[in-house]
């Protein structure tokens, strides 16, 4: 099995599935954390037509037990291919290059979605990842935003998009990103004078076929409710401890409001 970041051999895909952990600790008012076991796939947006033919338990804009529906990233449009990312990634400041982008986020089980954040991470030449495209969601307020993060760089960048209620704007992302290949690692905090909260994502890759897809589905039957349930779960906590509510600013507007 090739990692991630290299071209298949005749009857693999660039596509897979990653399980693991997500993790946040909160270290500024009262201190919190928590971890979850979860599975993400990972789709090479070139691979999308032939991916239908995977397994009867995933399927592209038809009904499945996992469903890639395309209309739900993005433009909102009924396809969405690797064109469409470069050019959000222009509009955003990066390079117009056209390399392979490999999706990875949640999507449709058994008909419901929610995706706190979904990931494209941008290839030049297939080979060398440049940049990745954070998609990322709040609840109730069903807003998205975009952040476009330099691989080379590893910046630090304003948060400018509210998604927990009991988190401010006044603070900076700081991110630490590697090529997904056999592991998939991925780690962001955010900082005002101190570090105040981190999230971190670990996982093992597993090849996308239908044995793999069933006992993923198998194991987390419900994974969209299951993070819905979560973030609610955990925000109650806060409340709890008397973290102070933070209610959503007015007048900054979100990329979509859907």
């Known amino acids: 099995m090739t990692d991630i970041g290299q071209q298949p051999q005749a009857g693999e895909f660039n596509s897979c599935i990653y399980t693991g952990v997500v993790r946040h600790r909160r270290f500024a008012v009262a201190k919190h954390e928590f971890s979850y076991k979860m599975f993400l796939l990972a789709l090479d947006l070139d691979e999308l037509p032939a991916l239908q033919q995977a397994s009867r338990w995933f399927k592209v ?18 396809s969405l291919t690797r064109q469409d990312i470069w050019e959000k990634v222009s509009q955003l400041g990066g390079a117009p290059l056209d390399g392979k982008v490999i999706f990875i986020g949640q999507m449709r089980c058994f008909g419901i979605y929610f995706s706190p954040i979904n990931m494209y991470y941008c290839y030049k030449n297939d080979d060398e990842l440049v ?19 330099d691989i080379e760089n590893q910046p630090v960048s304003d948060k400018d998009f509210h998604v927990s209620p009991f988190m401010d704007l006044a ?67 806060l409340y709890l401890k008397k973290v102070p509510y933070i209610a959503p600013p007015e007048e900054k507007e979100a990329d979509n409001v859907r």
Not at 171 to 185: D, F, V
Not at 209 to 235: E, F, H
């Open 131 to 149: 940049y990745l495209l954070a998609e990322v969601s709040n609840t109730p307020w069903n807003q998205r935003h975009y952040y476009l993060i």
């Open 171 to 237: 603070m900076k992302y700081h991110w630490r990103i590697k090529a997904p290949g056999k592991q998939l690692s991925l780690h962001i905090e955010n900082h005002n004078d101190t570090k105040v909260f981190d999230a971190s994502l670990n996982m093992q890759r597993t090849a996308l076929n239908n044995d793999n897809l069933r006992r993923s589905i198998l194991s987390i039957p419900a994974m969209t409710v299951k993070t819905v349930c979560g973030i609610y779960w955990q925000a109650l906590k």
């Open 61 to 78: 804009n038809r009904f499945a037990p996992l469903s890639f529906r395309c209309s739900d990233y993005l433009t909102g449009k009924a």
